[in-house]
């Protein structure tokens, strides 16, 4: 029977009441006493020289409080990115600065130029178009393999180079790849493109900030995922400002996907305007402005070759591939292309050899980082596509091979440096055969055919490395701030509980299933129990939300502080019933003392912590509050296999999605609502990359898809009913709860599974095509389709 409280039980989302009651408050909502509004001059070229900036009309215009230019942030910090990438000469990767508005040159269609700050939004607009910017416009360059050609025009001259770094890893392993690779007994080829996207988070980013020059301390309400990230890049590396003088707040946030983790020039700005003309300033992002200004994700091209033997069974990997990092170092793009994508090209598979080639690459284009599964979608879909034209190549059973070469010996040390605690591949393939009634395939293909349409059936597998971890050991290999996570569990004298927790709820569900863990370790009601987040001056030092990392990082956090509480309970329940803390046992909410039936109620005990009047204050002191640190040991490896049927038009090249089926491995669930929900939702990107995204730049650097009227997003009709299943879970072994994380695994495990369904479905037509890049639109469809 399922449980309807604790952890395992499907409770209802609570916060869900404020959101569909529209009593939910995001920054837009907030509104300070006294406060002006922002807006910024943009450049409308993608690169060129600044010569002059003429603001006198705009600064005579009514409303008019004050206007900024580069100039006014000389001296200030620039955006900082957060980790250090060595490339595979040993040399550090090139940094350019990155300002918070444009100095002397601008580098990218959105690139901020000047900031109009006015009483009224409509004023500082007006404004802006009375300031006259002169711009030597300059060539630009948006191919990568242009970028690094002889004589490119360079994104930044003082580096004389278009490259950011170049990457190799395992660099040792590289020689015995090649040699691999050339003696093997087949080696499959493809070469293909991972996109470009816009992540279109439903709510805009917004940034209001005020000043109280009374205690010389700045507040900055922000759509942020990491409130206290972004309080340390701005204040000690932007700013200057001392982080006991800056508090940063991030109320409730309307999805994020990875393009809220990062610091932007748009809160800096904010912040810093606030205190000089000492007022607060609000900043509201257009959609159109998030095209231009959100950073953008995936962009990679990449070479993979997949060597097997005669038995078929895989025997080297080697990937070139090339990463766009757009004008600008991002808060963590750097990471992306290289320790989130090169550690995971092992996949699920046994494979000896291993090497991944990364050249990271400037362009005058929109600055690219982590976007929901943030590199691991990218090795999935380069190894599922490549195991797939190996399986035709070979005239094998794309799922035969895949078993054939699955880990099936845990822990399992990757040649990629990762060391795998658990899983069961085999597991998850058979539950999801079971699913999809593979036995029934050949019947629909049949029913499709009868309607002169095309049907395919395709198959795929994923792992994903979650909540990235060691602190000491990402330290090494360039991170620029730890990654652990903290909670302080804050018991009220009369039972009540308050959890302050490093992470921050955008969608994730934080407000439901933290109080699951809590109440079952105490036995007592959820409703009892309220989450603190977002706010850096109620929570403690976390490092906030992604990568799938709130549960198995910050929820053992939880744990260890809720320990720590039960701890001292239960000597406080010893003094109250005169026994040993040690014979004290905690269940169903009382403390009892073994063996008898002398117990006293979590309420007595928690009133008594705050009125101490029966146990010794030499021994114990009152109150009943405590904080935890986590830092985990190593990753936590969710991992599934996916499959999507499709129906293809041979008239038009439309592709539909039949039926889609996810098996899961997260290890232990505590809500499986939430987590069905997580799934849902990351498929529907996932097919959203495969068949509808992509954003496109023309060769001028002039953004094409810069609005829905141009950038294709899913819609209810484009994606079916999921069949999803997590019942195939393998705990994992390093984290109290045992869990490992599920909000991006859907838009991993997804893009190749479409992909691979319409490769199958146009190979049931006759039509032998390799490969199609995403996304798979209509027209390229039809286009391969004609040979």
Known sequence: MPKDHGIGASQKRREDVRFLTGTGQYTDDINVYGQTYCHFLRSDVAHGRITSIDTAAAEAMPGVVRIFTGKDFEGVGGLPCGWLITDRFGEPMKEPGHPVLAQGKVRHVGDPICAVVADSLEEARNAAEAIVVEIEELPAVVDMKAALAEGAPLVHDDMGTNLCYDWGFVEDNRAAVD????????????????????????????????????????????????????????????????????????????????????????????????????????????????????????????????????????VAVRTDTLANMGAYLSTFSSSIPTWLHGTLMAGNYRTPHIYVNVRAVFTNTVPVDAYRGAGRPEATFQLERVIDKAARELGVDPIALRRQNFITEFPYATPVAVEYDTGD?????????????????????????????????????????????????????????GLYDAATVRVNATGSISVMVGAHSHGQGHETSFPQVVAEMLGI?????????????????????????????????MVRATEKIINKAKKIAGHLLEAADTDIELKDGRFTVAGTDKSVAWGDVTLAAYVPHNYPLEEIEPGLEETAFYDPSNFTYPSGAYACEVELDPETGRVTVERFAAADDFGN?????????????????????????????????????????????????????????HSCATPCTHNPLGVKGCGEAGAIGSPPAVVNAVIDALASGGHKVDHIDMPVSPHRVWSAMQG
């Open 179 to 314: 040699e691999a690779i050339r003696t093997a007994h087949h080696v499959t080829t493809l070469e293909l493109v991972n996109n470009r996207l816009v992540a279109n988070p439903m709510e805009p980013r917004v940034a209001v900030a005020e000043y109280n020059r009374a205690n010389d301390e700045s507040t900055l309400y922000t759509t942020s995922q990491n409130p206290h990230v972004i309080r340390l890049l701005m204040g000690a590396f932007v700013l200057g400002i001392p982080e006991h003088k800056l508090r940063v707040v991030a109320p409730d946030v309307g999805g994020g996907f990875g393009t809220k983790i990062f610091h932007y020039a748009e809160e800096a700005f904010v912040t810093f305007a606030a205190r000089k003309i000492n007022r607060p300033v609000k900043w509201t992002s257009t959609r159109s402005e998030a095209f231009m200004s959100d950073a953008h994700g995936r962009d990679h091209v990449t070479k993979i070759e997949l060597a097997l033997d005669k038995d078929n069974n895989f």
């Open 425 to 481: 591949y085999v597991a998850t393939m058979d539950k999801l055969e079971e699913m999809i009634d593979r036995a029934g395939f050949a019947a629909r293909r049949k029913e499709s055919e009868a309607k002169g349409k095309l049907r395919g059936l395709g198959i795929n597998c994923y792992i994903e490395a979650c909540g990235i971890a060691p602190s000491n050991l990402v330290g090494q290999l360039g991170a620029r701030a």
């Open 525 to 557: 009601d959820e409703s009892m129990i309220d989450i603190v987040h977002g706010d850096s001056s109620k929570i403690p030092f976390g490092m906030g939300t992604y990568g799938s990392r709130s549960l198995a990082v910050c929820g053992s956090a």
């Open 669 to 725: 669930v505590v809500n499986p609502m939430i987590v069905e929900g997580q799934v849902h939702g990351g498929i529907a990107q996932g097919i959203g990359q495969a068949l509808l995204e992509s954003c496109v730049y023309d060769s001028d650097g002039q953004l094409l898809s810069a609005s829905y009227m141009d950038y294709a997003m899913p819609r209810a009709t484009d994606v079916p009913f999921y069949a999803v299943d």
